[in-house]
């Protein structure tokens, strides 16, 4: 069974940065689909980034402060964030497929002053 551990959430003031992390417990290689998915209370979960073959995708809400990456040797994929703002206070969820669907446990950002 693949795990995906995330970590980096926390409380941080607006115009404040944050990276998380999302480590696999295999080969992230073998994922053909990466993400970052969010969630706010009262609302559903959302994808906010994500990579797919050679491509990257972010919502539009985040563009020009959010980027995905990834570092293969450590199996792990980031979202860094920059420049955060109140709205993007929410439970951060990473999100990686292969044959199957894996979800990392989720880990809580608040924006707030």
């Known amino acids: 069974q693949v795990q995906l551990v995330e970590s980096g959430g926390g409380l941080v003031q607006p115009g404040g940065s944050l990276r998380l992390s999302c480590a696999a417990s295999?080969?992230?290689?073998?994922?053909?689909?990466m993400g970052w998915y969010r969630q706010a209370p009262g609302k559903q979960r959302d994808l906010v980034a994500s990579f797919t073959g050679g491509s990257t995708y972010y919502v539009d809400s985040v563009k020009g402060r959010f980027t995905i990456s990834r570092d293969n040797a450590k199996n792990t994929f980031y979202l860094q964030m920059n420049n955060l703002k109140p709205e993007d206070t929410a439970v951060y969820y990473c999100y990686a497929r292969s044959s199957r669907s894996f979800w990392g446990q989720g880990t809580q950002v608040t924006v707030s002053s």
């Open positions: 295999e080969s992230i290689f073998s994922f053909y689909f």
